[in-house]
């Protein structure tokens, strides 16, 4: 299958910074790439689609000047979270699909701390 | 999306087959059933997926009703490492751009 990393794995960060989250797919072009956050014992929510060189799609309730969504070519995405407070950490997870794929798939995840 | 219900939870010994239900009364004749699964701390793992025939792959098989309504995942023979929840999902054909939506899933614990 297609392989999708993401980098850091894990951040510990002080309120008030800001975190970016680098999505990279390794083997593949990604046209499409997805963000998800995932608190504890929840399942999974799309935060936002980004298509690449456009900008991205947020879904309801998600704060897009908070979550900046970059996807400005075909084998990275970045999310930015902007002034970081506690009630931000959580499990990020990206996506990325392609011409080609039948369907997304997945990276391992960033866990985000906020102190 | 259609929507999917699934048992919150399910146990099966190590070596066995793990049988996982999914029920989609509602599914369109455009919309695919897709599986996939997460193993704690990591992201979602692809699966199978299908549309009104049974697939196989080295992974898990399907087994999708005639009328569509509903679907198995069945592992085959069970590991440990299968211990994840498993989510059925059920979206439009035409594209892997298209959001998918998660619901709980169903938490598989493999026992020795």
């Known amino acids: 299958g297609a392989v999708v990393s993401q980098h850091p794995s894990w951040v510990i960060c002080k309120s008030g910074t800001s975190v970016k989250i680098e999505c990279r797919s390794l083997?593949?072009?990604?046209?499409?790439m997805f963000w998800y956050r995932q608190f504890p014992k929840q399942s999974l929510m799309l935060m936002a689609t980004?298509?690449?060189?456009?900008?991205?799609?947020?879904e309801q309730g998600v704060e897009k000047d908070k979550f900046l969504i970059n996807h400005a070519s075909l084998t990275l995405s970045t999310l930015t979270v902007t002034s970081a407070h506690p009630e931000d950490s959580s499990f990020y997870i990206c996506?990325?699909?392609?011409?080609?794929?039948?369907?997304?798939?997945f990276g391992p995840g960033t866990r985000l701390l906020v102190l | 999306d259609a929507k999917t219900t699934q048992p919150t939870s399910m146990d099966c010994a190590e070596g066995r087959a793990a049988n996982l239900p999914c029920n989609h009364s509602?599914?369109?004749?455009?919309?695919?059933v897709y599986w996939y699964r997460q193993i704690h701390s990591q992201g979602p793992q692809y699966i199978i997926h299908?549309?009104?025939n049974n697939e196989t792959n080295e992974m898990a098989s399907l087994i999708i009703t005639e009328d569509r309504k509903s679907s198995t995942l069945i592992l085959p023979h069970a590991t440990l490492r299968d211990t994840a929840v498993y989510y059925c999902?059920?979206?439009?054909?035409?594209?892997?751009?298209?959001?998918?939506?998660f619901g709980k899933g169903t938490l598989l614990t493999v026992n020795p």
């Open positions: 996506s990325a699909s392609g011409q080609g794929l039948v369907t997304q798939y």
């Open positions: 999902i059920v979206r439009v054909v035409g594209g892997s751009n298209y959001k998918l939506t």
């Open positions: 980004s298509n690449e060189g456009s900008k991205a799609t947020y």
């Open positions: 509602t599914i369109s004749g455009n919309e695919y």
């Open positions: 083997d593949f072009q990604a046209t499409t």
């Open positions: 299908g549309l009104k």
